[in-house]
């Protein structure tokens, strides 16, 4: 070190009684953000300049960030969304000393461009319709509008709810979770039958024939002695045929919650490091700013869908 008489000395590198660059700080975020389990982080930091940054470090450095997270949280929607996912992740959480469940509910949609957004991400304490009622009328708070339709597996209280807030919207039920729903109650050895036959419901060329082919595969179902199956069938083939109001082009992009379920794979993924998480609001800013990452790569910058296509559609509806 210099031997100065009068002046301090002061590096180019660290500002004087800072122990850790800014850029150190913000690579430890990044790292417990990206997936990095905080005893990882611990290990980490350790190799590098040979004393351990505690759990407690980490928590506040995190904190840091938790207000500009929450200030994108609630920023206004702008512009239509012709179409809108939902879906809930369940978290485990520490309460009282013993761990409990406690839901994340988020909201994909898409814009009149094509693009995707994440519109919304809150806490829930389960997916009923309390939960689903407040998280909608967050999203309508904020300013979400003209959604043509919204996608999602059938919870019954997100179901009802969307009938408060949004009435003039159609509600598509998952095709992929209304599969599972008649996998329940069908035998192994005939799985790959009934698969081929429910597809088919979904391959014809308008409403009219798939809802001719659901009867045709109900009666046969009858026949294969798959009463349960059938019976599902029969209820719940009409919510998932609402995709074919819209244009053919957007069929395989609507009639599934897909694009959502990647994302929550992608959450699951991430907060499998962390197991229990102390309260619900650590659960939900970390699944707030992995989903405000996501936004920002390529994911929300590539155009998904052509809505030119939809726009005639609904001018072809007004003529007709």
Not at 47 to 72: C, F, M, Q
Not at 308 to 317: C, G, N, P, T, Y
């Given at each position: 070190?210099?031997?100065?008489?009068?002046?301090?000395?002061?590096?180019?590198?660290?500002?004087?009684?800072?122990?850790?660059?800014?850029?150190?700080?913000?690579?430890?975020?990044?790292?417990?953000?990206?997936?990095?389990?905080?005893?990882?982080?611990?290990?980490?930091?350790?190799?590098?300049?040979?004393?351990?940054?505690?759990?407690?470090?980490?928590?506040?450095?995190?904190?840091?960030?938790?207000?500009?997270?929450?200030?994108?949280?609630?920023?206004?929607?702008?512009?239509?969304?012709?179409?809108?996912?939902?879906?809930?992740?369940?978290?485990?959480?520490?309460?009282?000393?013993?761990?409990?469940?406690?839901?994340?509910?988020?909201?994909?949609?898409?814009?009149?461009?094509?693009?995707?957004?994440?519109?919304?991400?809150?806490?829930?304490?389960?997916?009923?319709?309390?939960?689903?009622?407040?998280?909608?009328?967050?999203?309508?708070?904020?300013?979400?509008?003209?959604?043509?339709?919204?996608?999602?597996?059938?919870?019954?209280?997100?179901?009802?709810?969307?009938?408060?807030?949004?009435?003039?919207?159609?509600?598509?039920?998952?095709?992929?979770?209304?599969?599972?729903?008649?996998?329940?109650?069908?035998?192994?050895?005939?799985?790959?039958?009934?698969?081929?036959?429910?597809?088919?419901?979904?391959?014809?060329?308008?409403?009219?024939?798939?809802?001719?082919?659901?009867?045709?595969?109900?009666?046969?179902?009858?026949?294969?002695?798959?009463?349960?199956?059938?019976?599902?069938?029969?209820?719940g083939i009409d919510?998932?045929?609402?995709?074919?109001?819209?244009?053919?082009?957007?069929?395989?992009?609507?009639?599934?919650?897909?694009?959502?379920?990647?994302?929550m794979k992608e959450i699951r993924r991430?907060?499998?490091?962390?197991?229990?998480?102390?309260?619900?609001?650590?659960?939900?800013?970390?699944?707030?700013?992995?989903?405000?990452?996501?936004?920002?790569?390529?994911?929300?910058?590539?155009?998904?869908?052509?809505?030119?296509?939809?726009?005639?559609?609904?001018?072809?509806?007004?003529?007709?």
């Open positions: 070190m210099p031997k100065l008489r009068v002046l301090p000395f002061e590096t180019a590198i660290i500002d004087r009684y800072r122990r850790r660059e800014s850029s150190v700080e913000e690579a430890l975020v990044e790292m417990y953000l990206a997936g990095v389990s905080v005893r990882r982080v611990e290990d980490i930091t350790e190799a590098l300049w040979g004393s351990k940054v505690s759990p407690g470090t980490i928590s506040n450095l995190n904190a840091r960030i938790y207000t500009t997270i929450e200030d994108w949280r609630q920023r206004p929607i702008e512009g239509e969304h012709p179409y809108v996912y939902l879906d809930g992740i369940a978290l485990k959480r520490s309460w009282g000393g013993e761990v409990r469940n406690v839901s994340v509910l988020v909201a994909v949609g898409v814009n009149r461009d094509g693009y995707r957004e994440i519109l919304g991400v809150a806490e829930g304490a389960r997916e009923d319709k309390e939960s689903w009622t407040s998280f909608l009328r967050y999203l309508k708070d904020r300013g979400l509008k003209e959604v043509g339709l919204f996608v999602s597996d059938k919870c019954i209280g997100l179901v009802e709810s969307l009938g408060l807030f949004y009435p003039d919207a159609l509600w598509q039920r998952c095709v992929v979770h209304f599969y599972r729903n008649v996998f329940t109650v069908v035998p192994k050895g005939k799985i790959k039958e009934v698969v081929a036959m429910l597809t088919a419901i979904h391959a014809q060329e308008d409403r009219k024939e798939a809802q001719k082919k659901a009867a045709t595969v109900v009666k046969k179902l009858q026949t294969m002695k798959l009463g349960r199956a059938a019976e599902t069938v029969n209820e919510e998932t045929l609402s995709y074919y109001r819209f244009p053919r082009e957007h069929w395989r992009k609507i009639r599934t919650n897909n694009p959502l379920e990647r994302i991430r907060t499998r490091v962390v197991g229990s998480f102390p309260d619900g609001k650590s659960a939900l800013m970390l699944v707030a700013a992995r989903l405000r990452h996501i936004a920002g790569t390529k994911w929300g910058m590539s155009q998904y869908m052509k809505m030119d296509r939809l726009e005639e559609a609904a001018i072809e509806s007004f003529e007709a």
